[in-house]
């Protein structure tokens, strides 16, 4: 079984305190039936705590016992209520503001004035904290010929020690936008430039007097609420003189990437896990608000505060096989480094807060040693290359990205140490930007781009594998590319005693790589998704498996199912798979994969879950309760196949839906007697239809939800777990999101729309490790009702 660890090992602060210390009295005090608030909820937590701690204490022979540290430091809720407490004076409990005392950790009662004022203030602190902005590294060249005041003619060179950024800039300002508004306040300036989308906005001064005075009208002006702030632009000739490269300060790569590289292993699954649990008891604070006045609370949200607030059971965290090495696909950026060389690596921030310095990757163990080789062939190439660079402030440019996508061996699971043994195939991807080069040249360099990679692998000791060369050519503004963006295979020559043939070392027509799970064998197509993690996925997928309820006569949907990786692993244990993905590629694969693994029960549909889910369920569920449902025959299966194009897009399901909305005739699909449906959304969770497709359908009675974000898994749990309104859509007249509303609080809105039907329960919960180092980790939900 998997190797796992209990939530119950999680410290707490009341498992640290000592139980000597601790008053006999509070065995028999008052708890809180039904919490007032989320932190009345966690005090009555501590309070059941502290009971069970103090038994001990009940038979205690001191007749003086020394007064705990925790007497008098919550309040009575009882006295709170009803204004008085049969326990009197004796009460453990504060009788009011006037009895509080501070907790030994220095913090008051969280239901007190001084607990809320405390808390507020906390707040603050946060907020200004998050407003706080790192540091600005912008080393790509950003200003142009038209970007002074009057424009025209001053060229491209500027004087950096005279350049200075403006943080908390308006986002949907515009280098206009900021010249008048320098103009408004008086600011003499020679350059000015603003992107959409970002805070920062740079300046380029005449002299050091107008410098100096810029700075003085501008830091701490008030735009919109936000307070200017002045940075330094970071020069990409920062140590022309020798000085010390404050570079050296900066983050690294290790940093930005692997934030939790330099704690071990075990704590950062503790990190994780307490992080899961945090949001179990979101989940219970938020369906409680969420629950309709005048419904009772649901017996899950009641039986949280046995366990802590959790929604459900925590069962542990599932740790990642490999540690090290682990990540099959690794995105390099190509840019300037702080000190201005050009680099292939990771970006040490985010663009919007001006940041664009890129690393290398060195230091970060979630990449395989042969990714950080290939990234190094590929900056050694650029450094020759007469096409330039893509620069993200000024959209222009040529290189832009390497993806490099590894595929293992079966049954292979290498070692921290040896990581890279498990490597099998490699797909190169590297995405350009070709709007106004010369085809002629950019043939040339493509040619020169594969001979690179080609003797670069074969010079590595061990030699690299190279299974595919392909390049993405992308016109957008951020590297996510559409799925169909043009891809363009590029043929990898033939090395032989350093004669480069014209011919390529496979004959492939396709891009793609194999990778291998539970057995079963993956074909890849450049742009598909793919767990970046393969051993921990393995992991995954057969605990939904394991929680799942599935048997002889289930109809399993996965929904979002990428390649096809659950249905398939999962397609010996139901009677039939549905899949569901919107990538075209991905769906082809799928397919492909079923075939090259000899499944005939899965059927995959290439859609948008949103728009065939509801359609879908009704189609393939379509028998009454009590009817006895039998799962398909081949027969069945070969009619289902061969009707595949039938529901094969939206726009034939949703026909098919009219028609069943017309007709009440019985489905030819085959029917089964358990439903069960594994979604695997992208970061953003489920589409509202998708979710009320699930929770309306009476007969899908098992979800198992697995998050790559467990903050939309909460928000998408909210819908589906709480109880419904009587008059669905009446109490969300007039309401419009607002920008800076939480996930959390729309699933609540979201919440009240939902039609009549029985909500799920959250039934277990289990945290898995796909991302050693990073602050990422899946969480599995399962829910039934
Ligand atoms: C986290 S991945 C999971 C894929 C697959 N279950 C696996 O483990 O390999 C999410 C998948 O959902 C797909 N996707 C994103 N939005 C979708 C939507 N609205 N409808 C269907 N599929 C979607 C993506 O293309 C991606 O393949």
Redesign the pocket.
């Known amino acids: 079984m998997t190797s796992s660890s209990s939530v119950d090992e999680l410290p707490s602060a009341a498992a640290e305190t000592p139980t000597s210390q601790i008053p006999s009295d509070i065995t028999s005090a008052p708890v809180d039936p039904i919490p007032a608030s989320d932190d009345v909820e966690a005090v009555g937590e501590k309070r059941k705590r502290e009971d069970e701690n103090t038994t001990n204490n009940l038979e205690s022979s001191d007749p003086n016992p020394t007064p705990s540290p925790w007497f008098k430091t919550s309040l009575c809720s009882y006295f709170r209520r009803q204004g008085s407490c049969s326990h009197g004076a004796t009460c453990k409990y504060a009788h009011g503001e006037k009895e509080l005392r501070q907790k030994p950790d220095n913090t008051w009662d969280p239901t007190s004035e001084r607990g809320k004022k405390a808390k507020m203030s906390e707040n603050a602190v946060k907020e200004e904290e998050e407003e706080e902005v790192g540091d600005v590294m912008f080393t790509e060249e950003m200003m142009d010929e038209n970007d002074g005041e009057g424009g025209g003619g001053e060229g491209v060179v500027h004087d950096l020690s005279l350049s200075k950024c403006l943080v908390h800039l308006p986002t949907k300002w515009q280098s206009d936008d900021l010249k008048t508004f320098l103009r408004e306040q008086g600011v003499e300036y020679k350059f000015a430039k603003k992107r959409r989308g970002m805070m920062v906005g740079f300046l380029t001064f005449e002299n050091a007097e107008q410098l100096k005075n810029g700075v003085e009208i501008l830091e701490g002006k008030n735009v919109n609420n936000k307070s200017l702030k002045i940075a330094d632009v970071l020069p990409r000739t920062f140590d022309k003189n020798g000085a010390k490269n404050p570079a050296a300060k900066l983050k690294s790569a290790r940093e930005a990437v692997t934030p939790l590289a330099d704690l071990s292993y075990a704590d950062q699954l503790e990190q994780k896990k307490a992080s899961i649990a945090q949001m179990l008891k979101k989940l219970t604070r938020n369906a409680r608000k969420a629950c309709p006045n005048g419904k009772s609370l649901p017996e899950w949200v009641l039986q949280s505060r046995e366990i802590g607030g959790l929604s459900c059971k925590l069962e542990g965290i599932i740790e990642s096989p490999l540690v090290n090495g682990y990540r099959n696909k690794c995105e390099f950026s190509t840019g300037y480094s702080v000190e201005g060389k050009l680099t292939v690596g990771f970006m040490l921030g985010n663009f919007s807060a001006g940041v664009t310095a890129v690393e290398e990757a060195v230091n970060c163990p979630n990449i395989s040693k042969l990714a950080c080789r290939y990234a190094s062939i590929f900056q050694s190439f650029l450094e020759k290359s007469r096409l330039p660079v893509w620069n993200r402030f000024k959209s222009c440019g040529f290189w832009r990205q390497l993806t490099v996508r590894e595929g293992s061996k079966p049954g292979v699971v290498s070692n921290d140490e040896d990581a890279d043994s498990r490597i099998a195939e490699v797909l190169l991807m590297v995405q350009v930007c070709t709007k106004d080069t010369d085809e002629a040249e950019v043939a040339t360099e493509f040619e020169e781009l594969a001979k690179a990679f080609a003797e670069g692998a074969k010079a590595s000791s061990p030699p690299l594998p190279l299974t595919v060369l392909v390049v993405q050519d992308h016109v957008g503004i951020s590297n996510v590319a559409p799925?169909d963006c043009p891809l363009r295979l590029l043929p990898i020559p033939v090395s032989d005693n350093g004669t480069h043939q014209d011919q390529s070392t496979n004959v492939l027509t396709e891009a793609r790589i194999h990778d291998h799970i539970n057995n079963l064998r993956f074909s890849i197509s450049p742009t598909?998704?793919?767990?970046v993690n393969t051993c921990a996925?393995e992991k995954l997928?057969s605990l939904a498996g394991d929680w799942a309820d599935l048997g002889p006569d289930t109809l399993l949907f996965?929904?979002?199912?990428?390649?096809g990786?659950?249905g398939l692993t999962l397609a010996h244990r139901v009677g039939m798979v549905i899949g569901?993905?919107?990538?075209a590629s991905?769906v082809s694969d799928a397919e492909r994969n079923a075939k090259i693994n000899g499944i005939s029960n899965c059927k995959f549909i290439c859609?948008?879950?949103?728009d065939v889910m509801s359609s879908l369920l009704t189609e393939y569920l379509d028998v009454s309760e009590t009817e006895e449902a039998k799962p398909p025959s081949d027969d069945d299966l070969d009619k289902q196949n061969s009707s595949a194009e039938e529901i094969s897009n939206s726009e034939d399901v949703q026909k098919t839906e009219q028609k069943n909305s017309s007709e009440p005739e019985r489905s030819t699909k085959p029917q089964f007697k358990n439903v069960v449906a594994i979604v695997?959304?992208?970061r953003p969770g489920l589409?509202p239809d998708v979710i009320k497709a699930l929770r309306t359908h009476p007969r899908l009675k098992t979800l198992v939800y697995?998050s790559?974000n467990p903050e939309t898994l909460v928000a998408n749990a909210i819908e589906l777990c709480t109880p419904s309104f009587e008059k669905t859509g009446q109490e969300n007249k007039g309401y419009r999101r607002q920008s800076r509303m939480g996930t959390a609080a729309l699933a609540r809105h979201r919440a009240k729309k939902m039609p009549a039907s029985e909500p799920f329960k959250p039934v277990k919960a289990m945290a898995v490790d796909l991302f050693p180092h990073t602050d990422h980790c899946e969480m599995v939900m399962l829910l039934n009702r």
Not at 607 to 610: C, F, H, I
Request: glycine residues 4%; aromatic residues 10%.
């Open positions: 799925p598909a998704f793919f767990q996925a997928y996965d929904v979002c199912c990428g390649t990786t659950i569901i993905e919107m990538n991905a859609s948008k879950a949103e695997d959304p992208p589409h697995i790559c």
